[in-house]
Each structure stands twice: as structure tokens, then as C-alpha cells.
């Protein structure tokens, strides 16, 4: 629909003095920073990620899901990797992921240990290490999540 001249008033006069050139349509590509505001908790320790009254309500990350056994390169936010069976340790070449990312783990199967196992991971420059304490019984599917400091 785009902006109408209203009595007497153009649009160019309009975007002049917005200071800026309004964005509501598809297709419409914008540079520079683009500021949302914080998310606030609720009184219940929930919050909502974005508001419908400001045009978003959820964030998707892009996710590589591999069929891949041991050692992989998966250069995105999230992921999946497989530990082998037996398996202690696994290496994710990672181009997003510096020595002060943070590295969120999530076993997304059975390690078929009796006892309880500790997943942890070590970031490094360029990679991080997923390590599996004790050894695991079967080979066990790790959903990771990198997130990185300023």
C-alpha cells in the first residue's frame, strides 16, 4: 500500500521527517543495526521472545542434524552429533565457535550406562571437544547449542 500523500502532504515529506524510510513490506531489505527490545520475564520466570505487537514471537536456529559417527564439521549454531559406542570424546570442527563460546549439551538417546554419564564440552578456537564421562555403552545422539560472548 506504501505512503500516501494526506492533505497537502507528501510522501517524501513524511520519510523527512521520520528521519528514516519505514520497512512493512515484504521484500524490503534494510541495512545496518537492527535493535529489538530486551525480553522481560513474566512474574511466573517466563518470557516470551519477541511480541506479536512488534512483528515476531519466535527465533529459529539453523540446525545440522548428522548421520555421521564420531569427529564431524558442522559450521552452524546447532546441531547433532553421534558419540560411538564405547565412546569418550568427540572433536566438532566449528567455524563459529571461539575459546569463549558457550556450549550447551543435550543427549538425545540412551548412553545405556547404569550409571548416570556426564556430558560436557571444551571450546577451542575454531572447534570444540564433546567428552563423555564414564565411557558411554551405546552410541548416543548429543544435541549441542553454541552461544558466543561479546
Keep these: ?58 527465533l529459529y536456529i539453523d540446525y545440522t542434524n548428522t548421520g555421521t559417527v564420531g569427529s564431524v564439521t558442522i559450521n552452524k549454531a546447532a546441531g547433532r552429533v553421534n558419540l560411538a559406542a ?5 572433536t566438532v570442527t566449528n567455524s563459529l565457535v571461539t575459546a569463549n563460546s558457550h556450549i550447551f549439551l543435550n543427549a538425545d538417546s540412551a548412553p545405556g550406562n547404569v550409571v548416570a554419564v556426564q556430558f560436557f564440552a571444551v571450546a577451542g578456537a575454531g572447534s570444540f571437544t564433546v567428552n563423555a564421562v564414564p565411557a558411554i555403552t551405546n552410541q548416543t545422539a548429543i544435541d549441542f547449542f553454541v552461544v558466543n560472548a561479546d
Design 1 to 58: 500500500m506504501g505512503i500516501r500523500a494526506i492533505a497537502g502532504v507528501l510522501a517524501a515529506q513524511i520519510t523527512q521527517a521520520l528521519g528514516y524510510t519505514p520497512v512493512n513490506k515484504a521484500g524490503d531489505t534494510m541495512s545496518g543495526t537492527l535493535t529489538v527490545p530486551a525480553v522481560l520475564p513474566t512474574a511466573n520466570a517466563s518470557g516470551a521472545l519477541g511480541a506479536a505487537a512488534i512483528g515476531w514471537t519466535k
Design 86 to 90: 564405547a565412546g569418550t570424546t568427540l
